[in-house]
């Protein structure tokens, strides 16, 4: 088995984007890359809470609250679908995926 079949086979979980919310309170969307599953983290850095939804824009009080540091996985099969709302401006979600 050549070395780019075994590579190929192998279904990698790696940092690949984050989102910076310049702005406090607007909606932002994650850049576009295939994917089977991500994992979100809002940054330790965050001074307060994000709001992440997958499908749809984020609105406060009906998606995912993210403390600082905290995570979740979704199931989705874009980045571009991951969209997050931040409470406080400068503030930062990174964006796990693998390869699908």
């Known amino acids: 088995m050549s070395r780019r079949k075994r590579y190929r086979e ?8 984050f989102v910076l919310g310049e702005t406090a309170n607007y909606s932002y969307r994650a850049a576009q890359h295939p994917a089977r599953n ?24 009906e998606c995912w609250p993210l403390l600082p540091g905290e995570t979740v996985t979704m199931p989705v099969y874009n980045t571009g679908d991951v969209n997050v709302l931040f409470k406080a401006a400068n503030s930062r979600l990174f964006v796990f995926f693998d390869n699908p």
């Open 10 to 17: 192998q279904r990698v979980t790696r940092p690949s984007i």
């Open 38 to 61: 991500v994992i979100v983290k809002a940054s330790p850095k965050n001074t307060d809470l994000c709001w992440v939804e997958s499908g749809r824009a984020a609105v406060e009080d």
